[in-house]
């Protein structure tokens, strides 16, 4: 009795101890409730399904540019997140065929400069501009239509649904799209910049299969300056990947 009562009185001026740093640590602690800076690589990661998007985020750099933007501008931003479904549903080799630059702009498309709740884009007037869009309001839109309820967006080559909100809160939304959002401008029949069959590389960072041997054949191939630039993009793209393997 005596001797467990000696053991035990130290440990519980111990534990009060603790207890009251602890309660005065407290006030110091960050409020629950309005949370830090947005960070969109943190909200698609609690989605489980954007590991390719958050990659390409990452990679072209688009993901900490939202991450700034959409604090600093009074519009806010929407997002729209295709699912690693959506990349697998591709067809082989559409990711590798794109240089550097495209797929940075593949990725600013998905980036609309301006909130968009899912009713506003019941009734938004199309298209509506991109990060891809740049200055020129005329290329890299996105069309909305929306019936019962039910909003669409469409490139001029793929048309999807706008799936459930992963989040829907000013300044920043961010949608669950099905489909990769192609754009027109650069899969459709008026492409802007025809996009060369990229050589295969060793080390490009993007995974996907290309059978490219038809499609070569399909779309007529640049001239062989462009391509020549491709290849040297697609050198240095892997040759970063190279180097952050061996950082990290
Ligand atoms: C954003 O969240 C990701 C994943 O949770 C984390 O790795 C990254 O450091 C965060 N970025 C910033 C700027 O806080
Ligand atoms: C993003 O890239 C950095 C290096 O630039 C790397 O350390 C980090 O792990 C990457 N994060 C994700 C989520 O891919
Ligand atoms: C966000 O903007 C406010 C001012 O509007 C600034 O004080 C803050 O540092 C910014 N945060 C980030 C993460 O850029
Ligand atoms: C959007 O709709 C307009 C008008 O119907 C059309 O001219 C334009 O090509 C469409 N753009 C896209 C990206 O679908
Ligand atoms: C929306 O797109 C889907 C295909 O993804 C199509 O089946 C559906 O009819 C479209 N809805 C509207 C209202 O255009
Ligand atoms: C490549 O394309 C050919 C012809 O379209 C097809 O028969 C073959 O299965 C494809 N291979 C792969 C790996 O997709």
């Known amino acids: ?12 001026i111990i ?24 960070n969109l690589t943190a909200i698609l990661e609690k989605g489980g399904q954007f590991t ?20 600093s501008s009074s519009e806010g931003m929407t997002v729209f997140a295709p699912t690693d479904n959506a990349f697998q549903n591709l067809k082989p080799g559409t990711l590798n065929k794109l240089s550097a630059d495209e797929q940075v702009k593949l990725i600013l498309y998905h980036v609309s400069p301006k909130f968009y709740s899912l009713d ?25 239509t929306g019936q019962a309820n039910q909003v669409n967006v469409s490139t001029g080559y793929v ?11 000013r300044p920043l939304a961010v949608y669950v799209v099905d489909m990769v959002l192609l754009p027109g401008e650069m899969f ?18 993007v995974s996907d299969d290309s059978n490219s041997t038809k499609k ?7 001239k062989s300056g462009s391509c020549e630039r491709k290849v040297g993009l697609g050198f240095v793209l892997g040759l970063v990947f190279l180097c952050l393997k061996f950082l990290f």
């Open 1 to 12: 009795m005596d001797i467990t009562r000696l053991t035990i009185a130290p440990l519980l």
């Open 15 to 38: 534990a009060a101890l603790l207890l009251t740093t602890e309660t005065s640590a407290q006030p110091a602690a960050p409020a629950p409730g309005p949370a830090g800076p947005i």
């Open 52 to 71: 390719t998007f958050i990659h390409l985020l990452n990679i072209t750099q688009v993901g900490s540019q939202v991450n700034i933007q959409v604090n």
């Open 120 to 144: 506003d884009l019941l009734s938004v007037s199309n298209p509506v501009r991109t990060q891809a869009s740049g200055r020129d309001n005329g290329v890299y839109g996105l069309n909305f």
């Open 159 to 169: 048309e999807t649904r706008v799936s459930n909100p992963l989040r829907q809160q």
């Open 188 to 205: 459709g029949e008026h492409k802007l910049s025809p996009v060369a069959p990229a050589p295969k590389s060793p080390s490009s960072g």
């Open 216 to 222: 070569a054949a399909a779309s007529p191939a640049d």
